[in-house]
């Protein structure tokens, strides 16, 4: 039974009100720029508050903590309208971004092609790589050596930190009205968010590149499913590291990571096909039926029509897993990103029903 046949496409149940599950999925409206609706992820929320109450990091004072996190919040509104103009430009869409700690948690839908899935995730990071630069660069013009802590000094000015784990506090003296803080404040969010963003584990940006990097060599699907277990590994390692280092932000995002991995490698699993395999059919080998002659298309337009094929198949069994979960466990047992899918295929459907009808 095809997913458009189920019961399931037209159930219009609310969302889950128990507030452990909004903890894992539930998420806010934030604002709307350039036709791209944003919201936040209740993991990003739980971080704010976090990083106000608990001082996770020595050195901030209130109003500093507060300036930070509100600039960490714009760093990531940045870096994900970057990813949605980009799959734009490319010929796809990008209306909706989840945000997180660490960037977005529902990806743009870009062609579906390796080269132009690559483009869009490194669209992110590389705004991040251009706010880094601007930001040291203000540092360094704005800044002199007098009333240096610790900074490198180059020329008669403040050149900053590289190290990954430098603390919150700036490395000159400094006052609200100094150009140069918040310049520094510019390059040290988007320099943890780059590095963040490079590491090869989803859904953070580095496993989407490393998934679209393997797309050409081993296939769509087996690029997903190496994406989802490297990053499954990777969340481990780095959670370790990072706890053996104290650095407790990090280790969150890493459970996080693990958590969305996991997910993703059993939705591939639900969803797995044939399509993948070889499915060359020896048998026509033992007949020797002549065939009709016909017109021979062209390379480009065999491959087009293939990969188009490939994509309403996968579409489609996306649907029917996350229907066949549905099934098993309602509709509060979807999260965020599987009740969007079912929502704009289920949009789509319903607008070929009405462009249908009109012809009868």
Not at 23 to 34: C, D, E, H, N, R
Not at 125 to 149: E, F, I, K, R, S
Not at 163 to 184: H, N, V
């Amino acid at each position: 039974m095809a997913w458009e046949d189920r019961p399931h496409y037209r159930d219009h149940s609310g969302q889950s009100t128990n507030p452990l599950r909004w903890l894992v999925s539930g998420s806010v409206p934030v604002v709307t720029v350039f036709g791209v609706r944003i919201r936040a992820h209740s993991s990003l929320i739980i971080f704010i508050l976090a990083m106000l109450l608990l001082d996770w990091e020595k050195g901030y004072t209130r109003p500093v903590c507060a300036f930070s996190m509100a600039l960490w919040v714009l760093a990531l509104i940045v870096h994900e309208l970057a990813h949605c103009l980009m799959a734009r430009h490319l010929g796809g869409q990008g209306d909706e971004a989840l945000l997180w700690p660490a960037g977005g948690l529902t990806p743009p839908e870009p062609p579906h092609r390796a080269g132009a899935t690559f483009a869009t995730a490194l669209a992110g990071p590389a705004v991040n790589l251009a706010l880094c630069v601007g930001g040291a660069m203000g540092v360094y013009a704005l800044t002199p050596t007098a009333g240096l802590h610790s900074a490198a000094v180059g020329a008669g000015h403040v050149i900053v930190s590289l190290k990954p784990f430098q603390g919150p506090t700036p490395d000159f003296s400094w006052k609200w009205s100094d150009p140069a803080f918040y310049c520094w404040w510019v390059f040290l969010i988007n320099y943890r968010l780059l590095l963040l963003n490079l590491l090869p584990i989803y859904p953070l940006d580095g496993g989407r590149l490393l998934q679209s990097a393997l797309w050409p060599m081993v296939g769509h699907f087996r690029s997903q499913l190496i994406e989802s277990t490297a990053g499954m590994a990777g969340a481990v390692a780095m959670g370790l590291v990072s706890l053996a280092m104290q650095e407790y932000f990090l280790a969150a995002c890493m459970i996080f990571c693990c958590y969305e991995s996991y997910q993703s490698r059993l939705l591939l699993h639900e969803s797995m096909s044939e399509d993948w395999k070889d499915e060359y059919d020896f048998s026509s080998s033992l007949f020797t039926v002549e065939k009709p002659r016909r017109r021979r298309l062209s390379r480009r337009v065999i491959r087009k029509a293939r990969k188009i094929a490939q994509a309403e198949k996968a579409a489609r069994d996306r649907i029917d897993a996350i229907l066949a979960k549905v099934s098993a466990g309602g509709m509060t047992s979807l999260t965020w990103i599987e009740r969007r899918t079912l929502r704009k295929t289920t949009q789509e459907q319903r607008r070929r029903e009405m462009e249908m009808s009109r012809f009868q």
